[in-house]
């Protein structure tokens, strides 16, 4: 049999001189598991008498993801199965080179352990916080803050030199199309689409074409506008207070807020209660949260306009 290591989550292609790593963090992985009833969980093959079940399939599956993406269902099936009868044959090599007894597997072994241990308490702590009543509570407050903010719809025309931007004006003077314009002369990305810059909020540019945009009034075009960009000729196409998107919209955001804040708290809480002892830092320096405990600083705020032009920040 032709062996293949798929890649894994955290590394590169598997390779036998680490294969003793995979088997011990397979074999915690299984243990940690619940058993499924037999009907649900085959036997699929058998190595030297020890079963490989489709509980194991998945947990594999789970393990080496990104390497199977590309893969059609019955290649993946393979590529897994011949995965894990060869991390039973080399993993029972390692066990008759007595790997298991010394200080470096033993080591790893604990890290895995409490690894899985932590992945699994702050998973089900997340679940158990992500209610409808609190992913309902957290669009409320951000719509509050959204709503009533006004936001502008504008095209701009950006150029190098502030000449340039007076003979463009010129030309819209006289009559010429903005956005026709914008085409020819921007050297925005989006002067494709005539230089439209979507809706946007004060905050989402830079200070100079903010202050601009904001004062002019729908159909007007400013004078030439210097930004760290460039120069710029704005048109404002339209205002309007800001409205927040409907909560399904942004329900998967939610979701992952509330449910990684859920996980940070309970972190924190016991932290709290913890005995720490620093022995790299100096007495009395507070320990540094793990960011992989952390959420994110602060609610999602899906409404804003995803196009982002040069101007914005």
Partial sequence: MTTSFPETKTGPRLGLASATVAGCLAMVLFAALPVRAADDNPVLAK??????????????????????EKMDPATRQENLLAFLIDMKIV??????????????????????????LMDQLLAQEGKAATTDEAEKKVYDDAAKQISGEQEVR???????????????????????????????????????????????????????????????????????????????????????????????QVKSQIEAYVTRKAQADYVAKLREGAKIERMDQAANTPAATPDAAKPDAKAPDAAKDSKMAPAKK
């Fill in 154 to 248: 504008a095209r701009h025309i950006l150029v190098e030199t502030e000449d340039e931007a007076k003979a463009v004006k010129a030309e819209l003077d006289k009559g010429a199309d903005f956005a026709e314009l914008a085409k020819k002369k921007s050297k925005d990305p989006g002067a494709s689409d005539g230089g439209d810059l979507g809706f946007f909020t004060k905050d989402q540019m830079v200070p100079e074409f903010s202050a601009v945009a904001f004062a002019l009034e729908p159909g007007k075009i400013s004078d030439p506008v210097k930004s760290q960009f460039g120069w710029h000729i704005i048109k404002v196409e339209e205002k309007r207070n800001r409205k927040p998107p409907d909560f399904d």
């Fill in 91 to 116: 993993s029972k090599a390692a066990e008759d080179k007595k790997i298991a007894d010394g200080d470096e597997f033993k080591r790893r072994l604990a890290f895995a352990r409490n690894r899985l």
């Fill in 47 to 68: 190595v030297n008498g020890s079963e490989i079940r489709q509980s194991d399939m998945a947990i594999a599956e789970e393990e080496l993801g990104p390497s199977l």
